[in-house]
């Protein structure tokens, strides 16, 4: 004689049963990722290098509209090709160079001011010496998921050095 379960029951267990796996699989993929994106922060640090640039421009805009080297186009996924990247727009030296900057430091980078930075490649990681006076901030408190995003990472950084 059979058990009679009603059916809301086991569809409920296997609901339940995917919703486990699915979370586990996130967590060990986000464990492999974090550990990924050490490596690499490990290498740019590696290859850094401080460098003094007059700020010209920034702006938030898509890879192929930034003026970037043909190759960064070549080695970027499609998916990403229409994601907006931070650029910024420095003199460094005798050039005029569109470079990458880390999204957690776009903010604070003035423009029309020379500063020290560190850059790997086209990338720069950040921004040391201010020439000059430094910008006050006058800014309202960015409200909204990518604001308070971008605040949990610097405290993060903070808390780690």
């Not at 186009?73 to 030296?93: C, F, M, Q, R, S």
């Not at 950040?126 to 605040?151: M, Q, T």
Request: charged share 25%; proline share 4%; hydrophobic share 45%.
């Amino acid at each position: 004689m059979y058990l009679a379960i009603p059916t809301v029951t086991i569809v409920l267990l296997i609901i339940t049963a995917v919703v486990v796996g699915v979370t586990i699989l996130l967590y060990f993929l986000g464990k492999k990722a974090e550990k990924r994106q050490a490596e690499q922060e490990e290498q740019l640090a590696a290859a850094s290098q401080t460098v003094s640039m007059l700020i010209i421009d920034k702006k938030r805009m898509k890879i192929k509209d930034a003026g970037l080297p043909d190759m960064v186009l070549e080695n970027t996924p499609w998916y990403a090709k229409n994601t907006k990247l931070p650029v910024v727009k420095a003199k460094v030296g005798p050039r005029t160079m569109n470079l990458i900057c880390d999204a957690a430091i776009f903010d604070d980078i003035p423009v029309k001011k020379e500063v020290k930075a560190s850059v790997s490649g086209i990338y720069i990681t950040s921004v040391r010496g201010l020439h000059g006076k430094n910008p006050v901030d006058n800014s309202k408190k960015k409200k909204g998921l990518r604001a308070w995003a971008e605040r949990q990472m610097k405290e993060r950084k903070a808390s780690q050095k």
